[in-house]
């Protein structure tokens, strides 16, 4: 009887074709909208992971300025003069467990080089920055400890700064000049490419630290100090020595607020993985309001076949059908709208996908458990949606439904 009662069902539904594809439509929509908005959203988080994962592991930033604290705002982190050299050298001597310190300044200056110029980031930095942000030197050598200590007019160049200023001829020995000072060009790092948030790793020059501060920016603290802890296991321990060790070296009382910032990547990424991972559900929800709307576009559709077949469930009836054949009629016909419109929907919104990040260069991860939830979800809808037709169908009279004009 089950089997009978599935193709009589697929039989109604071949009968209106077109009335059956229409209400599939809603469900198809809403699945491919789940799928593919979710999958945008994961692609965002995934962006940003790799985007902060990109800037070094197990990595420590400190910023000059307070953070928030007890709900008041202070001056905002990056924007006060409270870090030195001295500070990092300090970290790096005092403090167990650190792998590399690398303090940096850092400005936009325009540059020139014979009749070429190009505007580009210049990063005053030290030596170890190359085991930090993992950068290689592809021709020529990096400035020294000596060059930091000295001064140095000397600049390492990234590939993109290269190609605009010297047009494929050999940067190696040649003068550029960074605002109005001269520097020696003695370097070119091999190229980073875009990083996962779009920006050109390649367009920067590094010169040493102490010749940003006195030869360029004229500033004697520092923007930010990069640390690198020796492992993530002791990671959160380093950064209670380095808390400990600022606020004794800037002579902070016990109860006053610290004049900078310490973040570790790793509490970064969480912070912005619950923040994207809330845009992935949001997005999700909209798009499954449009599920909903489906499932009533099915129990809508249901009524208005159990109105018109009133007359064949008063003859299935007469005939022997019981309510438990017809509720299970109607009940599956409404699952196969909705499950084929699921399998459909899930098809659009992998394409969707796709397209989006061929198209927008928006990058997508499809997700299993988001096509997984949102088959689940609109066979659930069939589900529910198809008992109220069903169970009207099921409870007619037979009486009444043979009389039925």
């Known amino acids: 009887m089950f089997w009978e009662s599935v193709l009589i069902a697929f039989e109604g539904l071949r009968a209106n074709k077109l009335r059956s594809a229409l209400t599939m439509l809603g ?34 930033v400190v910023m000059p300025g307070a953070s928030k604290a007890a709900g008041v705002a202070h001056s905002a982190a990056g924007s006060n003069i409270t870090l030195t050299n001295q500070d990092a050298k300090a970290i790096a001597k005092e403090i167990s467990g650190v792998a590399h310190v690398v303090p940096s300044v850092s400005g936009t200056f325009q540059v020139i080089a ?25 021709s020529g050598t990096f400035f020294t400890n000596s060059d930091d200590e000295s001064r140095a007019r000397v600049a390492v160049i990234g590939q993109t700064v290269a190609t605009n200023l010297f047009s494929g001829s050999d940067p190696i020995g040649q003068t550029i000049r960074i605002g109005k000072a001269p520097f020696r060009v003695i370097g070119v790092l091999e190229s980073k490419g875009q990083s996962s948030m779009g920006q050109d790793q390649d367009d920067i020059i590094l010169v040493p630290i102490t010749t940003a501060q006195d030869r360029l920016i004229g500033q004697t603290y520092v923007n930010n100090i990069n640390i690198q802890a020796e492992s993530e296991q002791v990671l959160d321990k380093v950064q209670e020595d380095i808390t400990s060790l600022l606020r004794t070296r800037h002579h902070l009382a016990a109860k006053a607020d610290d004049d900078f910032t310490v973040r570790n990547l790793t509490a970064i990424m969480e912070t912005m993985k619950e923040s994207t991972s809330a845009l992935t559900l949001f997005l999700g929800g909209v798009a499954a309001i449009s599920l909903l709307v489906g499932g009533i576009g099915i129990m809508n559709i249901m009524l208005v076949s159990v109105t018109e077949r009133t007359r064949e469930i008063g003859i299935r009836k007469a005939l022997g059908a019981t309510f438990r054949n017809i509720l299970l009629q109607f009940l599956i016909e409404a699952i196969v709208v909705s499950v084929t419109g699921g399998l459909i929907g899930i098809l659009l919104g992998v394409g969707g ?6 198209v927008a260069s928006m990058e997508t991860v499809v997700s299993s458990a988001a ?26 009279d037979p009486i009444d439904a043979l009389r039925y004009e």
Do not use: C, H
Request: avoid cysteine; aromatic fraction near 10%.
């Open 353 to 358: 996908s796709y397209a989006i990040s061929k």
């Open 371 to 396: 096509i997984i939830g949102a088959f689940g979800v609109s066979v659930f809808i069939g589900l529910f949606f198809g008992i109220y037709p069903a169970r009207k169908a099921a409870l007619l």
């Open 27 to 60: 469900i198809i929509i809403g699945v491919g909208a789940v799928v593919s908005l979710v999958s945008l959203g994961m692609g965002v988080q995934q962006k940003v992971q790799k985007s902060i994962a990109s800037l070094g592991s197990n990595l420590i």
């Open 114 to 138: 014979g009749g070429q110029n190009w505007n580009t980031s210049v990063q005053g930095t030290t030596t170890e920055i190359l085991y930090i942000r993992d950068y290689k030197v592809g």
